[in-house]
């Protein structure tokens, strides 16, 4: 029963749509290993229990590397990767974003006015409500010659304008996987498997939560399930806490 809900969770969140194995290695790295090496043989395990092939990995490795997101040395005859410093720092850009807490995550925002639309703004961070104008999170950097506007009550029908229907699907699509987690995982998992949903959870949460702007709730349809999705993930990576490395070991 309990391999059999594990593997049901592990499927579910691979059909959520396609997964890029670099991409796939960054979710890895960033939360399993966001300060520390990972050795050959875990990595391999890890990709091996998600269903991603060696040469699929290597393949990966090789464009990180080239990125400057990763380095690999040998140590003995077994590899040891790890997060450059550009890696490091770019992962922990986007922590706050995929790791904050419900209570804490979108609370308030701002809208801006810029003189030259959106050309220099980032869709990731803005979400355009006219021409020039824009919502954003109250803490994110504008354009100097920007005029910031108060936002004390946002509309509900303006979510209909900022939300992409294909995001509020994969949301919708997200939650109900989470939410099947939820209910069916409740029986203790090995180190390898907790660390194997802990990287399908955060992956497929992150590539929705990195797509759009950081906006309250107030600022959304009630179709829109990015903030159940945020309080689910936060409880389920409470359920299932990293692993250390050591525990992971498969010489």
């Not at 691979?14 to 790295?29: A, D, E, K, N, Y």
């Not at 790791?99 to 961070?125: I, M, S």
């Not at 959304?220 to 309080?231: F, K, L, V």
């Amino acid at each position: 029963m309990r391999e059999q809900a594990y593997t049901r969770a592990v499927t579910a969140l691979s059909t959520l749509g396609p997964i890029r194995v670099w991409s796939l290695l960054v979710t890895v790295f960033g939360d399993l290993a966001p300060d520390c090496s990972l050795e050959g043989p875990t990595l391999s395990a890890l990709m091996d229990g998600i269903g991603i092939k060696p040469e699929a990995t290597r393949v990966a490795l090789h464009r990180l590397r080239a990125d400057g997101w990763i380095t690999s040395q040998k140590q003995g005859r077994i590899s040891q990767h790890r997060l450059t410093p550009k890696g490091r720092q770019d992962s922990e850009a986007a922590r706050p974003r995929i790791y904050g807490q419900t209570e804490t995550a979108g609370t308030r925002a701002k809208a801006v006015l810029v003189r030259n639309g959106a050309e220099a703004l980032d869709p990731a961070l803005f979400a355009s409500i006219g021409p020039t104008l824009f919502l954003c999170a109250q803490d994110t950097p504008t354009p100097p010659d920007a005029m910031i506007l108060a936002v004390d009550d946002i509309p509900r029908w303006l979510g209909a304008q900022i939300e992409p229907p294909a995001l509020v699907a994969s949301y919708e699509a997200l939650f109900g996987v989470l939410a099947q987690i939820d209910s069916e995982v409740t029986e203790p998992i090995s180190p390898l498997e907790t660390a194997v949903l802990r990287v399908m959870i955060v992956h497929a949460w992150r590539r929705l939560v990195l797509k759009h702007p950081n906006l309250p709730q107030s600022a959304h349809t009630p179709e829109w399930r990015g903030h159940d999705c945020r309080a689910l993930v936060t409880q389920l990576l409470g359920r299932f806490e990293r692993p250390a490395l050591d525990e992971l070991d498969t010489r």
